[in-house]
């Protein structure tokens, strides 16, 4: 058994919690390679080092003096070191920083330091071999993570390590410049190292146990879903639940390692498990809800649509010319609606009215706007009759109008749109109906 274990920021923002992350590495001799973020908030409003460090980065590169910004960073890190009592320092590297930040190393330089740092000191605390992301994790010459090079290189260099610290977020150009993946990337780092070390397992440790049925300012104190499908995550990733970078999925889900994203804080929790497929029914016939407001609904009706070949694609056109991407299209026989981003819809939207009237002739076009849309997801949803219509009873009982239903052809989702307002009570009755108060 090998474990990669990745460690987020609030996991690793103070002595204290360095300490925790210790504890867990070591209770578990398979958690052989580490993953670390920048340290993070200690407090709700502190303020990261990676914002630290652009902050800092910013007044340097416009040539302002960031001296105060920089003895902030090094505090942060000096009280870690001082707070482990370790026999470390730092000096060096921060002078190589400061130069390189006044010699304009670029923004992604700056900001991979917090990474790099952490990176440093968890492998002295730890006594494990450090290995720098800038020679084993790779960008090609469009910026793009470049997975065939970095796969070779990274096992190679793995291999020669039985246990090591690989700092998150980072890697580098062909030309050798440093260069970040999207805010929230080391989860990124900790799949990659995962796919290339062939582990058995990837640990993503946070400071929640896992994912939760709904979020947790909408709907008080919502269970924690033990077992989601790659498959189950996107949907709910892509109504806005996160816990998890987006991209942290493919390089573990190609290579088939599942993801357990656990608590710093509470390590004997179950977490929740991440996996390709499983035979194990979601408790609650949905596994989880997820949702966003802000978007549009565009309803063009025409008699005969249906036998008028072309129809779909000549509407689809018009917002395709126009930049805008849609979202769902659920369509009746005379009648089909497009639901679009309030907002990048509101931009173009004379353009797009007038392109349908051209394009397609409708008979009518009718504009709603403050639609919210909900995913209910759920593995379970396919052998359970009556899903659909426990939703709808649940949403009627709350006195909820459903603007539009449309349910993905994989048995996965039902998406219900409801107005804006209705929002809140909507996510509340759906959880209410399918998860039971106390179990
Ligand atoms: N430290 C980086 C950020 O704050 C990357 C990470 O934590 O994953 O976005």
Known sequence: ????????????????????????????????????SAP???????????????????????????????????????????GLELDYSLEREFDTIRACFIGKAGRDYAASRGEYLNGLVLANYLGYDFIDPADVIFFDDSGRFDSEKTGKILATRLEQSER????????????????????????????????????????????????????????????TIKVITYKELRELAYMGATVLHEDAIFPVRKAGIPINIKNTNAPDDHGTMIVESTSQQSRYTITGIAGKKGFTSINIEKDMMNSELGFGRRVLEVFEKNG???????????????????????????????????????????????????AIVGRGMRSTRGTAGKIFQALADARVNVNMIDQGSSELNIIVGVSDEDFETAMECIYNTFVPKSV
Request: hydrophobic share 40%; net charge negative; proline share 4%.
């Open 1 to 36: 058994m090998m474990k990669v274990v990745k460690f987020g920021g609030s996991s690793l923002a103070s002595a204290e919690q360095f300490k925790k992350v210790s504890a867990i590495i070591k209770a578990d001799e398979a958690r052989r390679y580490v993953v670390p």
């Open 40 to 82: 993070g908030k200690r407090f709700p409003d502190d303020t990261k080092v990676t914002d630290m460090l652009y902050a800092c980065y910013d007044r340097a590169a416009k040539g302002k003096d960031f001296d105060e910004q920089f003895e902030a960073i090094k505090t942060r890190y000096n009280e870690i070191i001082k």
């Open 164 to 223: 090591a610290v690989i700092p998150g977020f980072y890697g580098s150009m062909p030309n050798d410049t440093i260069k970040t993946f999207s805010r929230g990337g080391s989860d990124i780092t900790g799949s990659i190292v995962a796919a290339a070390s062939g582990a058995d397992l990837y640990e993503n440790w946070t400071d929640v146990s896992g994912f939760l049925i709904a979020d947790p300012r909408i709907v008080k104190n919502p269970r």
């Open 324 to 374: 805008i991407s849609f979202e769902h299209m659920p369509s009746g026989i005379d009648t089909m609606t497009v639901i679009v981003h309030q907002e990048e819809f509101g931009k173009a939207e004379q353009e797009i009215l007038a392109g349908l009237h051209r394009n397609c002739k409708p008979d009518s076009i009718v504009i709603e706007t403050g639609l919210a849309l909900i």
